[in-house]
């Protein structure tokens, strides 16, 4: 699933091929992806309209045009492409907007995840769905130790857990939350009340770290994910502990494990993030 440095590059991307451009033609070939008003509408809506400016909350992008606000998540698969006229579609295309000059903007998603939300400019995103449940971003000032032991405090959820809540904070997925907890030092599994000051730093200071690397590297290409000009990140050949099961822990060169933590499939090293350790012992870094 592409998470924030994936999003970013593609906004980075969209921006130098598609703003300032005026969308003259759109083509739903797939209508559950549009959520909050029927296709027709939404079609209508976005005809004429021009790309003024490209953003990103957490894992969406957000298309500023001249009257509307085009809220656009990816979900596991989703890529966007420009192409020429004569392109030949192919059946995972499922959004075509027509650009002036007869290029065209393709969204293609082979799981059909993909979600689109349509308002009007003057609205206050931050209190309409799908935002109005979504945390501050990892790179706003906000983003915090004090913040952060508010939003854990009595919670015993695990940690990972909590990082992955899009409510707590917005944009950190399994690969990057694996990647902070490692070189944080904390167990993945620990309850998220237990977390003292030092790993609360800790924590702040390598989100930060990890997803600016990765955002300068691309991202990370794991299965399918690509920038929209086809560009793979590079990331992953950063990643310590992330799909590396069975290697040696580049630290203490202990084997990588691989548990589940909600369902979702997590790397650590045992021994460098070992559970319920001595409260003065943890927020050791990999500084």
Same mark, same amino acid.
């Given at each position: 699933?592409?998470?924030?440095?994936?999003?970013?590059?593609?906004?980075?991307?969209?921006?130098?091929?598609?703003?300032?451009?005026?969308?003259?033609?759109?083509?739903?070939?797939?209508?559950?992806?549009?959520?909050?008003?029927?296709?027709?509408? #939404?079609?209508?809506?976005?005809?004429?309209?021009?790309?003024?400016?490209?953003?990103?909350?957490?894992?969406?992008?957000?298309?500023?045009?001249?009257?509307?606000?085009?809220?656009?998540?990816?979900?596991?698969?989703?890529?966007?492409?420009?192409?020429?006229?004569? #392109?030949?579609?192919?059946?995972?295309?499922?959004?075509?907007?027509?650009?002036?000059?007869?290029?065209?903007?393709?969204?293609?998603?082979?799981?059909?995840?993909?979600?689109?939300?349509?308002?009007?400019?003057?609205?206050?995103?931050?209190?309409?769905?799908? #935002?109005?449940?979504?945390?501050?971003?990892? #790179?706003?000032?906000?983003?915090?130790?004090?913040?952060?032991?508010?939003?854990?405090?009595?919670?015993?959820?695990?940690?990972?857990?909590?990082?992955?809540?899009?409510?707590?904070?917005?944009?950190?997925?399994?690969?990057?939350?694996?990647?902070?907890?490692?070189?944080?030092?904390?167990?993945?599994?620990?309850?998220?009340?237990?977390?003292?000051?030092?790993?609360?730093?800790?924590?702040?200071?390598?989100?930060?770290?990890?997803?600016?690397?990765?955002?300068?590297?691309?991202?990370?290409?794991?299965?399918?994910?690509?920038?929209?000009?086809?560009?793979?990140?590079?990331?992953?050949?950063?990643?310590?502990?992330?799909?590396?099961?069975?290697?040696?822990?580049?630290?203490?060169?202990?084997?990588?494990?691989?548990?589940?933590?909600?369902?979702?499939?997590?790397?650590?090293?045992?021994?460098?993030?070992?559970?319920?350790?001595?409260?003065?012992?943890?927020?050791?870094?990999?500084?």
């Amino acid at each position: 699933m592409p998470e924030l440095p994936e999003v970013e590059n593609v906004k980075n991307a969209l921006c130098q091929q598609v703003k300032g451009r005026q969308i003259q033609g759109v083509e739903v070939k797939y209508e559950p992806m549009v959520k909050n008003m029927e296709v027709e509408e #939404f079609k209508n809506k976005l005809t004429g309209q021009t790309i003024q400016q490209i953003k990103r909350r957490g894992k969406y992008l957000v298309f500023y045009l001249d009257d509307y606000v085009l809220l656009s998540h990816l979900r596991m698969e989703g890529k966007y492409f420009v192409v020429q006229p004569d #392109f030949e579609l192919n059946p995972h295309v499922h959004v075509v907007m027509t650009l002036d000059g007869g290029e065209r903007l393709l969204y293609q998603d082979t799981r059909k995840f993909g979600t689109y939300h349509l308002y009007d400019r003057s609205i206050n995103l931050e209190e309409t769905p799908p #935002f109005k449940v979504l945390g501050v971003e990892p #790179f706003s000032s906000q983003f915090t130790p004090p913040y952060l032991k508010e939003k854990l405090k009595n919670k015993k959820k695990p940690i990972k857990s909590l990082l992955l809540d899009q409510s707590v904070v917005c944009g950190l997925g399994n690969i990057y939350v694996d990647e902070v907890l490692y070189r944080a030092r904390l167990h993945p599994l620990t309850p998220s009340s237990d977390l003292g000051d030092r790993d609360l730093e800790n924590v702040v200071k390598y989100t930060v770290q990890v997803l600016a690397r990765a955002i300068e590297l691309g991202g990370t290409t794991i299965r399918t994910f690509s920038s929209s000009h086809g560009v793979l990140g590079s990331f992953q050949n950063e990643l310590l502990v992330h799909q590396r099961q069975g290697e040696a822990c580049p630290t203490c060169q202990s084997e990588i494990e691989k548990i589940k933590v909600g369902g979702r499939g997590t790397y650590l090293c045992p021994n460098c993030q070992r559970l319920n350790i001595k409260e003065n012992e943890r927020g050791s870094s990999t500084d």
